[in-house]
């Protein structure tokens, strides 16, 4: 049963990295951005799912909370992306999904810290696990103001689905270039070269957070019709 999930993994890792970098790419609210972006949520929710299974078979925990995580952080982006400003019953769902992971991710955190010689060794260090949980925390923040409020909408709908998107990527972005060093030539592993890819979304998550939040180029375009689904 590995390998079907192994290769279904694969496949949907690299069509996330390619689709992921096409819509940030090409130009927002095209046809091809819209495509891209579409294809993007699906091969991340696969890849995430994927992931989940084969770390229960492989009893990775810290595998099995990150993917817990993404999966949370794309579908909440895809949801801010493509509905009203009304809340539904999934938002209450995700908020628990996300309540979770972070509890999870901390929890590793402390047991990693703890037990250095006691946890798979796929699992991340504690700082990285801490790190994801208050990512989580953040977004569920969110996900508890939005409810309050009974929905969302203009600059922070657009936030809300921008950051979450692209957090996704930057975890699979991650997980490849920096996770899976061994299937690059070996003068390439450790090297900046691969530093880079990895890291790349999260300055354009900060640029477009900060054009999204504070330019007037997207004034006109903050109404409560669906956005474009990218990251």
């Known amino acids: 049963m590995r390998l ?21 790419s090409v130009r927002k609210g095209g046809k091809l951005h819209r495509a891209s972006g579409n294809v993007f949520t699906v091969a991340m929710l696969t890849l995430a799912t994927s992931a989940f299974c084969l770390a229960i078979l492989k009893s990775q925990e810290g595998n099995i909370v990150g993917s817990v995580g993404t999966f949370y952080l ?39 810290l703890h ?7 796929t699992t991340a260090p504690a700082g990285m696990s801490f790190f994801f949980g208050a990512i989580l925390l953040l977004a ?15 600059r922070q709908r657009i936030t809300r689905h921008l950051w979450r998107m692209c957090y996704g990527l930057f975890i699979a972005t991650g ?5 899976q060093q061994q299937v690059f030539p070996a003068f390439l592993r450790g090297s900046i070269f691969l530093a880079v890819p990895a890291l790349l979304p999260l ?23 669906p956005l474009p689904v990218t990251p």
């Not at 037990?115 to 060794?121: A, H, M």
């Not at 997980?175 to 996770?179: A, E, T, Y």
């Open 4 to 24: 079907p999930l192994l290769i279904l993994h694969i496949l949907a890792g690299s069509i996330a990295l390619l689709t992921g970098t096409v819509a940030m």
């Open 74 to 112: 794309i579908g909440t982006a895809w949801l801010a992306g493509r509905r009203g400003e009304r809340t539904r019953l999934i938002d209450w769902i995700a908020l628990f999904i996300g309540l979770a992971g972070a509890v999870a991710a901390i929890a590793l955190g402390a047991y990693t």
């Open 115 to 121: 037990n250095p010689g006691g946890v798979d060794k």
């Open 140 to 154: 569920t923040a969110g996900d508890i103001r939005m409810l309050a409020r009974g929905g969302i909408s203009g």
């Open 175 to 179: 997980s490849f270039f920096l996770g």
């Open 203 to 225: 300055p354009l998550l900060i640029y477009w957070f900060l054009r999204v939040r504070f330019s007037k180029a997207y004034k006109n375009r903050l109404s409560p019709s």
